[in-house]
């Protein structure tokens, strides 16, 4: 019995639509335009916007998986770089923004005042805390005890005049409790200690201040980070350490595979999902039939397996399916693992990925069922994608490369060779091309935010959930030309 979203875009009927073939059906608006609601979630995963760029080479390193998660959404790191690159992109993403200092300036009680101050002028700070020689809090001196007196400055110690009474936090205090904590005691720091009351770090008022109040954040308040990885586990003992290394850092590691419903790699992932604490999103898969197999044909540890993400040979650069005959559009993929979803497991997420090319497409990913979509078209012209900016006939550009180009085998060390069925080193599955420079992703997420805040308005849904029960329809050839500007003297 096919479930609603087939049923919607007529893929129980065997039709295979894409974004272009339908068009959302208006509905009842009944809340106000700024309540509209486009946060969204993945497992334990929060965001406040349900956007991901692409784990490509040409679109997500570190300063893009910041940048998307300052804004809140997430950014997935590629795989096509030797592991001590990726170990290298993680930390910067963890270590972006947290609000807790973890390596704090500590100084023992006996410690000159003169001593004290310089170490404060020298790292910048305005206080420090006091730690005897088992890392035991018993005091804080911050500029505001100095003394004027200046032979109490040029001889006195620490002791004399820190104060003694000092507030800490328990080892895991949520941002929240520590935000309450400050204001309460009207203090500016707030040392954090483990059971044994040892200093573990340390959060001032100045970190939690919300610049990015969207960021997509951990719970110790640092940005999420989010790694592609291949489906089997690296074979090298070098490599192999560095990867449980690159698991200190990620919270969701992304498979990246071009058709994930293989015996082989499905193994694969069982090994390294057994053996990494971390969340999973597994994919890329284009039917009902592939979600329903990993849904309950296979072992996998239900707490790690958080998502589905799903769309075959539909993204701007792919050729996988001029190539091999074999594909699974992005609106049809959608809908078809989201049926199974609904009858497996309803808390499973699910992403879109790739084949956008319109805002309009964005809202309608929603429509069949999708959590979050994943773009690297939109992406790639950023200031913030990895590459140079060009020019090309007066206008600025950049490379965006699909990962089966064969521009993109000529990274050392065939790390993404895997992605992709045996031959891809003589049949590429992708190409490189160039899109126009587009300036910081910020402006680009404010367009397609709009987009979607505005789908949602005209279709009455109020949340990215309520997209799921609005309908949908096909379109037909003459109708997709009158939905478009028409009979127009010049080229719009
Ligand atoms: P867009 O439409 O945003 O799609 O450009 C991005 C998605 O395309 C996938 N991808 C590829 N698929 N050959 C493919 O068949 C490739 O070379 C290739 N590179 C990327 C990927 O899922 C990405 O998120």
């Known amino acids: 019995m096919p479930g609603n979203y087939r049923k919607k875009i007529l893929a129980d009927q065997g039709w295979m639509h894409a974004f272009d073939d339908v068009l959302i059906k208006p509905g009842f608006t009944s809340f106000d335009p700024n309540e509209v609601d486009i946060s969204t979630s993945l497992g334990p ?6 956007i991901m760029s692409a784990a490509m080479d040409t679109v997500t390193e570190e300063r893009m998986a910041i940048q998307m998660a300052l804004l809140g959404g997430l950014g997935v790191i590629h795989r096509n770089c030797s592991f001590e690159k990726r170990l290298e992109m993680v930390k910067k993403v963890k270590r972006a923004r947290g609000y807790m200092v973890e390596n704090v300036a500590t100084v023992p009680p006996d410690c000159s005042i003169l001593e004290a101050k ?26 505001r005890d100095l003394p004027f007196d200046k032979k109490m400055m040029n001889h006195g110690l620490v002791k004399d005049i820190m104060t003694k009474d000092v507030i800490t936090g328990k080892e895991g205090i949520t941002r929240e409790a520590a935000a309450e904590l400050l204001y309460k005691h009207r203090i500016e720091k707030l040392p954090i200690v483990d059971d044994e009351c040892k200093l573990v770090g340390l959060i001032t008022t100045k970190d939690l201040k919300p610049d990015f109040p969207k960021a997509s954040l951990d719970k110790r308040g640092r940005l999420l980070c989010a790694l592609a990885i291949s ?40 090994e390294i ?92 990913a929603f429509t069949v069922g999708a959590d979050m979509i994943m773009t690297g078209h939109f992406f790639a012209g950023c200031s913030e994608s990895p590459g140079l900016v060009d020019t ?101």
């Open 45 to 50: 995963y929060n965001f406040s916007i349900p």
């Open 392 to 492: 090309i006939q007066g206008r600025k550009v950049k490379v965006y490369r699909g990962m089966g180009s064969k521009e993109a085998r000529f990274v050392e060390g065939d790390y993404i060779f895997d992605r992709y069925s045996k031959d891809m080193k003589t049949l590429p599955e992708g190409v490189s091309d160039y899109v126009p420079f587009v300036g910081p992703v910020e402006g680009v997420i404010d367009q397609l935010t709009t987009g979607i805040k505005n789908g949602m308005i005209y279709a009455g849904a109020q949340k990215i959930k309520d997209m799921k029960d609005v309908e949908i329809g096909i379109v037909t050839v003459s109708g997709k030309v009158e939905s478009e500007p028409h009979d127009l003297v010049g080229k719009w």
């Open 273 to 364: 999902m057994d053996n990494l604490n971390a969340s999973f999103v597994l994919g890329n898969i284009g039917t009902f039939e592939a979600a329903e197999f990993l849904l309950t044909k296979v072992d996998y540890d239900r707490d790690k397996f958080i998502a589905l993400k799903v769309g075959m040979g539909s993204g701007s650069i792919c050729s996988t399916s001029i190539q091999t005959g074999v594909g699974a559009p992005t609106l049809f993929a959608t809908a078809q693992i989201a049926d199974a979803i609904e009858k497996y497991d309803p808390k499973m997420g699910l992403i879109a990925d790739g084949g956008f090319k319109n805002l309009g497409d964005l809202p309608k």
């Open 231 to 270: 489906p089997v586990m690296p074979e090298k003992k070098e490599e192999i350490k560095i990867f449980k290394e690159i698991a200190q850092y990620v919270d969701i590691f992304f498979v990246d595979v071009a058709d994930f419903y293989k015996k082989k790699d499905i193994e694969g992932v069982k």
């Open 118 to 143: 310089s170490r404060m002028e020298q790292f910048e700070i305005s206080g420090l805390v006091v730690a005897d020689d088992q890392q035991k809090v018993i005091g804080v001196v911050t500029s």
